[in-house]
């Protein structure tokens, strides 16, 4: 039993006890193991740490011989040290467009194993009677919701992923001619529409993994703007105390959210190192009918495999045939290496704008983006 000495070490995020995906990674982790005689070990972190250590592996040349991530970290490929991968390996089993959700200029550096990725609008059917798909259902519900101690609606934002679909109803995207394009007068519109909606009590920001969720499952708003892959946690809690919709409409556009996939970068070049053939045997483990079931059917999330994903669409329940219509509504998230320092001055943005104003928001984001990426001219 020689084999049971080889070791492949997996990072993977966690975040928060609505992440129950981490129950079906740990799963199949052991189905390897056991099947193949080769270790698998999961080691978990926040997403912040994980986005650190990758970033450290230039230095430090101590990573893992795999990461399971959202797609946009697969730009990270020069500080995590990735190895390309061949994706014409998995060209049976996912489609040339699952493929492109990790790739960098054409370059393939990561797999997919999930996709989606999107955020949604979840609502409590008992305070929304229909889908509130506009914004001015809120705007009209406030005072009689206030009244009762309920917010309209709720999402994180400190976080640029969700602040992407009010920058995108006012008419921006955070990349243009494959350049930034985050210090414009649509970013600021959507600043100070949220700052204006915050201060009017209509729209509370919380975080995003455990007080939004939490504030929601109570009944305290009436409606949240989430991503997909938190819908399992909530349907637990909340049977039919929840509705999903598409993102609302404001100002006559429709937000649109980013979407993308999660899946596996080989950092520290290990697909040079002598463990190739374990760490490709494993990924192809993880697009099995067998695996991408577990995902399925365990904790509700969408399949990257194509006829997992046929399987799905023809038999899940409305709620979850909602969240995957509406993933033809959102636009494939950009993964250019700078994304890294758009999503930093997004957020740096984001948190200064509760602390003073749009104006004071807007010239952190453009400090930030400046500083960062020295080639940007605003």
């Not at 189905?31 to 912040?48: A, C, D, H, K, S």
């Not at 014409?88 to 990561?110: E, H, K, R």
């Not at 100002?251 to 080989?266: H, T």
Request: aromatic fraction near 8%; hydrophobic fraction near 40%; include cysteine.
């Amino acid at each position: 039993m020689e084999k049971n000495n080889k070791e492949i070490v997996l990072w993977h995020e966690f975040d928060g006890p609505g992440d129950t995906s981490i129950e079906v990674l740990e799963g199949i982790c052991k189905l390897y193991t056991e099947r193949f005689g080769v270790q698998i070990t999961p080691q978990v972190m926040n997403i912040t740490e994980l986005t650190a250590r990758l970033n450290r592996i230039k230095d430090t040349h101590q990573g893992p011989h795999l990461a399971m991530v959202p797609a946009d970290m697969s730009s990270y490929v020069e500080n995590g040290l990735y190895s390309e991968v061949p994706g014409w390996l998995f060209d049976d089993v996912l489609t040339g467009a699952a493929l492109s959700t990790m790739q960098l200029d054409g370059v393939q550096y990561g797999i997919p194993v999930l996709r989606g990725n999107h955020l949604v609008m979840y609502y409590n059917p008992e305070i929304y009677a229909s889908a509130p798909t506009t914004w001015d259902v809120f705007e009209e519900a406030a005072e009689r919701l206030s009244a009762q101690g309920i917010v309209p609606i709720g999402a994180d934002l400190q976080q640029g992923y969700w602040f992407i679909p009010f920058l995108t109803a006012f008419g921006g995207w955070p990349v243009r001619d494959r350049k930034p394009n985050i210090v414009t007068p649509e970013m600021k519109q959507a600043l100070e529409f949220i700052r204006d909606k915050m201060d009017q009590g209509v729209l509370v920001s919380l975080d995003g993994s455990t007080g939004l969720l939490e504030q929601f499952i109570d009944g305290k708003i009436g409606a949240i703007i989430c991503g997909e892959w938190i819908y399992n946690h909530l349907d637990k809690q909340m049977n039919n105390r929840l509705a999903v919709c598409q993102l609302p409409v404001i100002e006559g556009r429709q937000s649109l959210s980013m979407s993308s996939s999660i899946g596996l970068i080989y950092p520290n070049d290990s697909l040079t190192s002598e463990e190739r053939e374990d760490i490709l045997s494993f990924t192809h483990f993880m697009l099995s009918d067998e695996c991408q079931t577990m995902w399925t059917l365990d904790v509700q999330r969408i399949p990257a495999q194509e006829q997992a994903l046929k399987r799905l669409t023809d038999t899940a329940a409305s709620n979850k045939k909602i969240i995957l219509s509406l993933l033809d509504h959102a636009r494939p998230m950009p993964t250019f290496p700078f994304m890294i320092h758009v999503w930093e001055a997004l957020n740096t943005g984001l948190i200064e704008l509760p602390l003073s104003n749009p104006e004071q928001a807007l010239k952190k984001i453009e400090q930030s983006i400046q500083a960062s990426w020295g080639a940007f001219k605003s």
